[in-house]
């Protein structure tokens, strides 16, 4: 493992050291630069302090591990790889992400899973394990978007608007979400067993990677969102 001091280095400076080290890197000190690991394969990076925008922005392989917060755009644009965030993330969170899983241990700002895709078997996953902001899954295209809602008390699962826009991939909340007002485009249902199959082990890997107990996890309804259209904006572009 070799250490990074981050304190004196500006994003280039930093990222230019990533990419000379064929060995694991521990980044310290790090405050604020942007672009870390952008686009980057093959690395396993463990960063102690909070990285900039755009942190693992087309990633295309690499591990990120951030023990602590991070700020927006996390995984933008994101290929392949895995991105862990033992605490909570900013705004745009995997914005257009097309493969690749990115965990999060406590909460996402406004517009997490902007724009997700998926292309025949890269399925992009993203686990927030606190609260959502608003438009969570704003134009999702494909992938699958986890919202837990642990140690959130009497705070909604997700914000204002969810999905909108959302023509593609599959959404799970969990909680029965009563009281969170979805686009008239989704549909809305309680999970079946099915559905439990589909997301089980994304939370399993949730649950050892942040060291909570899956029977408790797991042991309450989930909601599943999905389009009820594959292009809700058909008739804008079609004549009749």
Same mark, same amino acid.
């Given at each position: 493992? $070799?250490?990074?001091? +981050? ?9 230019? #050291? ?26 396993? $990076? ?12 087309? %990633? ?49 700002? !406004?517009? +997490?899973? $902007? ?6 078997? #890269?399925?992009?996953?993203?686990? $927030? ?18 919202? /837990? ?11 204002? =608007? *969810? ?9 799970? /909340?969990?909680? @029965?979400? #009563?009281?969170?007002? =979805? *686009? ?5 249902? *309680?999970?079946?067993?099915? @559905? =439990?199959?589909? =997301?089980?082990? !994304? ?8 060291? !909570?107990?899956?029977?408790? &996890? %797991?042991?309450? *309804?989930?909601? &599943? ?16």
């Amino acid at each position: 493992m $070799i250490t990074i001091n +981050a304190a004196e280095l500006d994003y280039k400076s930093l990222n230019e #050291k990533l990419r000379e080290s064929d060995a694991p890197c521990t980044i310290t000190n790090c405050c604020g630069q942007r672009f870390i690991a952008a686009g980057m394969s093959d690395k396993e $990076i463990i960063i102690d302090g909070v990285p900039g925008n755009a942190m693992g922005a087309y %990633l295309n392989g690499a591990s990120i591990t951030v023990r602590a917060n991070a700020q927006d755009a996390v995984g933008d644009t994101m290929n392949e790889g895995k991105i862990i965030i033992h605490g909570s993330i900013g705004d745009a969170a995997g914005y257009a992400m097309r493969g690749g899983k990115i965990y999060v241990r406590g909460g996402a700002g !406004y517009r +997490a899973g $902007i724009h997700m895709k998926a292309y025949e078997d #890269k399925i992009p996953v993203m686990v $927030i394990g606190g609260t959502a902001g608003s438009f969570l899954g704003e134009y999702q295209a494909g992938g699958i978007i986890i919202v /837990l809602g642990l140690e959130s008390g009497d705070k909604p699962i997700v914000g204002n =608007f *969810p999905c909108t826009g959302m023509h593609g991939g599959k959404m799970f /909340l969990r909680g @029965d979400c #009563k009281n969170i007002h =979805f *686009p008239h485009q989704v549909t809305v249902r *309680p999970a079946e067993d099915a @559905d =439990f199959d589909t =997301f089980k082990e !994304y939370i399993s890997e949730y649950c050892t990677l942040f060291g !909570y107990n899956i029977e408790d &996890v %797991l042991n309450a *309804p989930f909601t &599943v969102v999905t389009p009820d259209s594959k292009n809700p904006y058909k008739q804008m572009y079609v004549a009749n």
